[in-house]
């Protein structure tokens, strides 16, 4: 089952977020070996900056979903004022399973 990972910065995290970048790329690198990570990317402000994510794992039970998401760099450093966990249903433009 696919779950939604939206994720909202705190305020003023900018600077967290940037020291934080790498370790959060390595893990979601490692999610995608494994095939768990199905897209990712970053929520924009005004100005273009990132203000929060939008992670979609693959996960069997919703327990499994938020632990990935516990996992994530991002959030061990309390970047997050909050992460909401949904499942969710890729409908239109989903890629083709080989």
Not at 30 to 44: C, I, V
Not at 63 to 69: G, Q, S, V
Request: glycine share 4%.
């Amino acid at each position: 089952m696919l779950f939604a990972l939206l994720c909202t910065d705190r305020e003023d995290a900018l600077a967290l977020r940037l020291a934080t970048r790498d370790a959060h790329i390595a893990y979601l690198n490692e999610l995608n070996d494994r095939g768990t990570l199905k897209f990712a990317g970053p929520f924009l402000d005004a100005d273009g900056k990132p203000n929060g994510s939008l992670v979609v794992v693959e996960a069997d039970s919703s327990a499994e979903a938020k632990a990935l998401a516990a996992s994530d760099p991002y959030a061990k450093a309390e970047l997050f004022a909050s992460v909401e966990i949904k499942p969710w249903n890729w409908v239109f433009n989903a890629p083709v399973k080989n």
